[in-house]
């Protein structure tokens, strides 16, 4: 364009920003911790990650491939991983809450003895194994991962996304009521006390480790934060084991400690301690592990013949974005007869996260998702005084919310017509009965 000056032209601004000019490029551009953690020789007993692509593997690791003898690769934990860890007096199941405080404050993680009871676990793995090989007859079955093979298309590590769409126990487990789930007052009290009341449910999932399937690489739930700090995480897991775990299935690898290590180490800069090795998880069915978002952690190896179904539900802070997006996903039923607590944790009140401006006035946003659905949410466009009264007097989906209702028969200057027209209707949706939660009233 003709006239622009030139210090606003993309040519100049490209040849005036060279990496190192940029704001915060150590921050951002870092790559850590990741870096350090893939480099070879790293972790204590571990040569690097997996990869079967020789281009994308760790530089120097000798072949490609899944190796299971190999002591030097972090995901075979029998050897030296399991001598170094062998006096460590490490998280085992257990109901106290005492101790699952001090485990997953030293550990990073914890394990809940016997939080499903042999009744809720025996229907929540029925529910699982049925919706996974439904979901894989319908064509419908996501696979996550690295395949294990270069010639073998798919990976083999099955996903069962929005669980709460699929059975009434899943939203029991969101809302640790007993009834779907025993320990529910045990995890919840101690996701109140690392997280803050206020969290919301980011994502559930089922994920099912099928025979053969590949190590995951090892990371923080939370990595995408930035930065870690060293009093709490900004995320937790629980993960509800529904098949005996261990090394052999496939149970998740865990660096113990590793929570604490990588929160000392500043943002950007490269991990300058050795870590020690991850350690396989061990735990029978029925146990809920909690683990926080700076440990380290990776689905195992599967060496048995059979699945290993689990299901992981992530929590976070309610500034962070979830993984879901819930108010799209939730099937209607589920939010029709949602509890106060189900849908604030699936992010359904404002504060974040609103339309049209109803984040700025906390609002339950199902009556926009539930117009937008039945395709009669409109939304405000360009308006004039002299609009036409058409369009002056639309039925906008905001005059339906919450705030707009509140507002409406105190608004000084709206036209007779437009007020008659919207007093005293009923609002598509109505929040539950009972105490607003996280805070009553
Ligand atoms: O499958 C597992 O054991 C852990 C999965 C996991 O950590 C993840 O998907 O982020
Ligand atoms: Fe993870």
Redesign the pocket.
């Known amino acids: 364009m003709p006239g622009v000056p030139v210090e606003f032209t993309p040519d100049y601004i490209a040849a005036a920003s060279p990496k190192e000019a940029q704001l915060y490029a150590g921050f951002l551009q870092s790559g850590e911790p990741y870096r350090s953690l893939y480099r070879r020789d790293f972790h204590t007993g571990a040569r690097g990650g997996f990869n079967h692509d020789p281009a994308k593997a760790p530089e120097g690791l000798p072949t490609p491939g899944i190796d299971l003898e190999d002591e030097g690769l972090y995901f075979n934990t029998s050897g030296a991983a399991r001598d170094y860890w062998k006096d460590a007096d490490l998280p085992k199941p257990v109901r106290d809450i005492a101790r699952l405080r001090q485990d997953l404050r030293t550990w990073g993680y914890c394990l809940i003895a016997e939080a499903l009871s042999a009744d809720q676990l025996a229907r929540m793995r029925r529910r699982v194994e049925e919706q996974a090989e439904a979901e894989r007859l319908a064509g419908l079955a996501v696979w996550?991962g690295a395949a294990p093979r270069p010639d073998e298309p798919l990976p083999r590590?099955q996903f069962i996304h929005c669980l709460v769409n699929k059975g009434e126990q899943f939203v029991q487990c969101v809302e640790h009521d007993p009834a779907g789930v025993q320990g529910g007052p045990v995890i919840e009290q101690l996701l109140n006390e690392t997280m803050g009341r206020d969290f919301l449910m980011s994502s559930f999932i089922a994920?099912i480790?099928h025979p053969g399937n590949n190590p995951?690489g090892l990371?923080m739930?939370q990595g995408t934060a930035p930065f870690h700090v060293a009093d709490a995480p900004f995320t937790v897991?629980t993960?509800f084991i529904l098949a005996d775990t261990s090394a052999h299935n496939?149970?998740?690898?865990v660096v113990p400690g590793s929570h604490r290590l990588l929160a000392d180490i500043p943002p950007g800069q490269p991990i300058d301690r050795p870590l020690p090795p991850a350690i396989n998880?061990e735990a029978p069915a029925g146990t809920v592990m909690i683990f926080e978002g700076r440990l380290l952690?990776?689905?195992?190896v599967n060496r048995s013949n059979d699945l290993?179904p689990?299901l992981?539900m992530n929590s976070v802070k309610p500034w962070m974005r979830q993984q879901e997006i819930h108010l799209m996903s939730t099937r209607r039923e589920v939010l029709e007869a949602a509890s106060s607590k189900l849908l604030y944790r699936l992010g359904a009140l404002t504060g974040y996260g609103g339309v049209e401006g109803a984040w700025n006035c906390p609002e339950h946003q199902v009556v926009q998702r539930l117009m937008m659905e039945d395709g009669r949410y409109r939304r405000i466009g360009e308006l004039r005084p002299d609009s036409p009264p058409e369009d002056l007097g639309a039925d906008y989906g905001w005059r339906h919310g919450d705030s707009a209702r509140r507002q409406a028969p105190h608004q000084p200057a709206t036209l007779a017509g437009i007020r008659e027209r919207y007093e005293g209707l009923e609002p598509p949706w109505r929040r539950p009965e009972g105490p607003k939660f996280p805070r009553g009233g």
């Open positions: 996550q590590l994920i480790s995951q990371h739930d897991n993960m496939g149970g998740t690898l998880l952690h990776g689905t195992g290993r689990i992981v």
